[in-house]
């Protein structure tokens, strides 16, 4: 395995490679190697969520020997720094100079919205480890995307249906004012059967929360749901408690706020926070227990949810170029073949929708100690919710 | 045919023969790098009109750019695309934003001209991130481009290059005539002594405001060409840092002279392409290079060619 | 709204008041007595804060770690000043502009080369909980301090211009530079002290603010042009005008968001009001400057004769 920069490709480099794979072509042999690009978040408050991603992807190909489906795999890193321009920029030179074979990566759901046209109009596949925003599940589904994380609304429709089992009467949500923070509470409010009392959408990337928390404590909820991904997260969180608001009002989270990245900067105020996820570390299959023993092994800290996602990535292109057997030339037989591709996912059963997302489980979770000194997610044995789809499918007319 | 002339034809029949040469090389992607030289060129020509014969120093030239790219971009994204329509309002958003503008800001001077022109695009920023209808902060992307007559796309590459490097020839081409006839006459001495301008009894505030909104206009217009290029937008277009980065390039081409904004736009792009694919760190090169330009070299690429091909010659 | 509700609020407003207040005290003071356009003054403070956070986590005491940032950038500051930017006092301001927006590039780099792109600081641990200041209403101790060390700055600052020789100087070169030089003061050393001064004052807003934001590489940017708001609205060179004028745009900023947004969810869908509230908050600001531009744009403490 290789994660290199791009490299530009010299003018008679080019004209040989062309003769090349014009003749490759024609006999339609494997490919000699495949190249994936990867763009993500790998800078900035919110770079462990990127991070991990990167790290669990490299994991799982550098433990298959440096190949997915059998070919060497050569996979071109570059960091989008949290701006959409900056990810189009990278999208366009992985696709039209570097010719890659997939596009991955993009953490936050409105750079990748940015950046996608690149790929899918161009016929490379994007596989989303993280951001998969409503439209592209109903009316803007697009053969050329798949998304091998959840549907954004899947862990708020789960935290709503857990508000509901526990009796909470009144909510106030706070989400980021972006595709994927419009999701988060749409797919809360669609279980929950309570009262909102509030429903405040903050600057995307926003780090006080100094007026936020000024009117939730003005509207004294019962709960308090909120879905702040990365180092926003952590800054509200921090914030909250600062300001003594964790004595009068329950903090109910999605996973993307409880998970390792928050918990080592907020430290004990974590303790015993409930949230909603797919995936835990303490999932008993086998291909976890693998996972998340190698990839304590490797970076020498416990892999988060976005980890698992990177690594499922990983598995899936791998099982798909598998299917082809390396045959990388044909497009279209390529993303049929991932509608279908069986591979061992770390979070137990997984299958594609009719939409190119994923059915599956969603658990609660808690905050608990790990036996260390330190904290770590523990999952109740029962989903809250079972194979479970989202709301938009119905709205996609997927062409063959 | 004097050496000006001769190197402005060979350098437009470069540019003419770029798609081509590019695609036989199989390097079509760099047509994309010379695409956005040709509209920043556009954007930083307009500065240099506004600075380096205007002697109006702005810090909020990219609120122009931006308004014309936002002009476009909710046109294409309420299914309006016919090419005519996207210029007529540019033309005419712009000119009226640049008109108000203008008319307030002049009326202050030096360094208090320079504040409100950063006050004004910071407030058009702010504006645009509060229309969430048409993506806010989270900027808005677009599936379909500008159509021109003829049923030309502007979605094609080619197509694109060819239509950005005629609005830049005819962009250059206005700026020479203008630089050459009685206003610009007019503008050059008020930028040089605007008290004695006004002691002659020169009108300086319509002056003014005439350069200022055409160089808003022209830059609007590299606003719109670049929604076209990009296909997406956001108010980032508008911050002033996109103001200070027009300005880098109007002085590392050359304030004042007829090619700076190409010659900057290109220096700065090419750096940047460049530099990226050595170091993560080319800001900081790029900085030195700046600097150096700023301390040592005023007159930038443009003031370097001139004393290298016609010593004697002075504007 | 209740009482306490508009009282929290309004101690938001303070605390970012205050932290303006420093960034733009160093801003007008070179403005006005070297009459020079600092773009690189937010590098300064993106330095301070990383520099605090750095030796925090080096030594594990905040003291040292704020101690250390205010005099490492302070002698970074004088050192750009006397290397650098004294060349840049006789240029005209496009050049200023220009100079320093280069330094804002080499800088953002700089530091991220030195220290990586952000680096974490939280505040000391005794500092992290709330305080009840009256019955009923918590705030947060951390910021209760930043407004308090704003106060005490101030203070200092007052003391400093009004009643030392120093402070004479400084006034004398803000209000006629040419007269101050025939008089046979040292400008040279007059400049690099303040813009030291500057550099200081910047450091301790970053690492005060550093906890509540994030230190990250590019983070003087944007509050850079809130400073220049600021000392255009109090009167360029005037440290009287710094305080007023950052406290107004504080106030304005932080009840302006909260109100506006509350106001737009009656008429407009929670998602829309939550984006126009904030930008027409910010867009009112800019508007003050404009107005303070064209009305009166010596600012509301003049200070050039």
């Known amino acids: 395995m290789t994660a290199s920069k791009r490299r530009p490709v010299s003018t008679l480099g080019k004209a040989v490679l062309g003769i090349a794979f014009a003749g490759l072509a024609v006999a339609a042999l494997a490919a000699d190697k495949v190249k994936i690009g990867f763009v993500s978040t790998l800078s900035g408050p919110s770079s462990a969520l990127g991070v991990d991603i990167r790290d669990a992807f490299l994991l799982y190909v550098k433990m298959n020997g440096g190949k997915l489906g059998g070919l060497p795999a050569e996979v071109l890193v570059s960091d989008d720094q949290f701006k959409p321009d900056v990810a189009r920029q990278l999208f366009e030179r992985n696709v039209k100079r570097d010719h890659v074979d997939f596009m991955t990566g993009v953490v936050f759901s409105n750079i990748m919205l940015a950046a996608l046209p690149e790929a899918i109009d161009n016929k490379v596949i994007y596989v989303s480890p993280n951001a998969a925003p409503s439209p592209m599940a109903g009316k803007d589904c697009n053969p050329w995307f798949f998304a091998v994380s959840w549907p954004n609304d899947a862990y708020h429709e789960a935290a709503g249906e857990f508000a509901n089992q526990r009796g909470l009467k009144s909510v106030y949500l706070v989400a980021p004012n972006y595709q994927a923070g419009k999701d988060s509470l749409a797919g809360f409010k669609r279980t929950f059967k309570g009262q909102v009392v509030g429903e405040n959408y903050t600057k995307l990337g926003q780090l006080d929360y100094a007026a936020e928390l000024a009117e939730i404590r003005a509207a004294k909820p019962q709960v308090l749901y909120i879905f702040l991904p990365g180092g926003m997260g952590i800054n509200f969180i921090k914030q909250f408690v600062a300001a003594g608001l964790g004595k009068e009002t329950m903090l109910l989270l999605p996973g993307f706020s409880a998970d390792q990245d928050v918990i080592g900067p907020v430290g004990p105020a974590m303790a015993g926070l409930f949230n909603t996820a797919h995936w835990s570390p303490d999932f008993t299959n086998a291909a976890n227990q693998k996972f998340v023993a190698e990839f304590r092994k490797e970076y020498k800290r416990t892999p988060t949810l976005y980890a698992s996602q990177g690594y499922d990535d990983a598995q899936l292109i791998d099982a798909t170029i598998r299917a082809t057997k390396g045959n990388l030339a044909d497009k279209d037989a390529l993303r049929r073949a991932m509608r279908t591709a069986k591979f061992d996912s770390v979070r137990g059963p997984f299958k594609f929708n009719t939409n190119q997302y994923p059915i599956q489980n969603y658990y609660v979770r808690t905050v608990g100690s790990d036996g260390h000194g330190g904290l770590i997610n523990k999952s109740f044995n029962d989903p809250i919710l079972r194979d479970h789809g989202d709301a938009y499918v119905q709205a996609c007319k997927m062409p063959k | 045919m004097n050496a000006a002339r001769l190197a402005a034809f060979a350098a437009l029949l470069a540019a003419l023969a770029l798609p081509p040469v590019l695609q036989a090389a199989g390097a079509d992607f760099y047509l994309g790098t010379a695409s956005r030289i040709l509209v920043y060129a556009v954007a930083a020509t307009s500065l240099n009109l506004l600075l380096g014969y205007g002697g109006m120093i702005s810090l909020g030239h990219a609120a122009f750019f931006g308004l014309g790219a936002y002009a476009t971009a909710i046109l ?83 197509t694109f290059y060819y239509c950005a490097l005629v609005v830049l020839a005819l962009e250059l081409f206005l700026l020479h005539r203008f630089v050459h006839s009685r206003f610009g006459r007019v503008v050059r001495a008020l930028r040089d002594d605007e008290v004695r301008a006004e002691a002659l009894g020169l009108p300086v505030f319509a002056s003014k405001l005439v350069v200022f909104v055409a160089a808003g206009i022209l830059c609007g217009l590299a606003g719109a060409l670049s929604v076209n290029l990009q296909g997406y937008v956001s108010p980032n277009l508008l911050h002033w840092t996109q103001s200070g980065t027009l300005l880098v390039m109007v002085i590392l081409g050359g304030v004042g002279t007829l090619w700076g904004g190409l010659l900057g736009a290109a220096a700065l792009l090419l750096m940047q392409e460049l530099l990226s694919a050595q170091t993560e760190y080319f800001e900081f090169w790029i900085g030195w290079v700046l600097l150096g330009v700023v301390l040592f070299a005023r007159h930038g690429l443009a003031g370097m060619l001139r004393s290298l091909f016609a010593p004697k010659v002075r504007s | 709204m209740s009482g306490l509700f508009v009282l929290e609020q309004a101690l938001n407003g303070l605390q970012l008041g205050f932290m303006l207040f420093l960034l733009a005290a160093g801003l007008t003071l070179v403005f006005g007595v070297m009459d020079m356009i600092n773009m690189a003054h937010g590098s300064l403070y993106m330095i301070g804060a990383f520099v605090a956070a750095w030796l925090v986590g080096l030594t594990g005491s905040f003291i040292i770690g704020v101690a250390g940032a205010i005099a490492l950038t302070a002698l970074f500051g004088i050192l750009l000043e006397t290397s650098i930017l004294r060349t840049l006092y006789a240029r005209d301001h496009l050049s200023q502009v220009l100079a320093t927006f280069a330094l804002i590039l080499i800088l953002n780099d700089g530091v991220k080369m030195i220290f990586g792109n952000d680096l974490p600081l939280s505040a000391p641990q005794a500092l992290e909980g709330p305080i009840e200041i009256i019955p009923g209403l918590m705030y947060s101790a951390w910021r209760l301090l930043i407004i308090a060390v704003g106060v005490v700055v101030a203070v200092l600052l007052y003391l400093l211009v009004q009643k030392t ?30 813009f030291g001064l500057g550099a200081a004052l910047c450091a301790v807003a970053g690492s005060l603010l550093a906890p509540l934001l994030a230190v990250q590489v590019g983070m003087g940017e944007n509050i850079l042009i809130l400073a220049f708001v600021v000392i255009v609205i109090g009167g360029i060179g005037s440290i009287r005008g710094a305080l007023v004028g950052a406290m107004l745009v504080g106030i304005v900023d932080t009840m302006g968001r909260t109100l506006l947004q509350q106001l737009l969810r009656e008429a407009l869908p929670p998602q829309w009001a939550s984006a126009a509230g904030p930008a027409l908050a910010s867009m009112s600001v800019y508007l003050l400057m404009a107005v303070m531009l064209v009305a009166r744009p010596q600012g509301l403490f003049p200070v050039r004769t």
């Open chain 2, 76 to 158: 294409l994204s309420e299914g309006v695309q016919s090419g005519l329509v996207h210029l007529l309002v540019v033309i005419v958003a712009v000119g009226v934003a640049s008109l108000v503008i203008g008319a307030i800001s002049l009326r202050t001077r030096g360094v208090y001209f320079i504040m409100i022109t950063l006050a004004f695009s910071q407030m058009l920023f702010y504006l645009v991130n509060s229309v969430k209808g048409y993506g806010g902060d989270e900027g808005l992307t677009l599936r379909v481009r500008s159509l021109l007559p003829g049923g030309l796309d502007l979605r094609d590459g080619n």
């Open chain 3, 165 to 194: 020789r120093m402070g004479a100087l400084v006034r004398a070169g803000a209000s006629n530079r040419e007269m101050c030089t025939a008089m046979g003061v040292d400008v040279g050393r007059l400049f690099t002290l303040v």
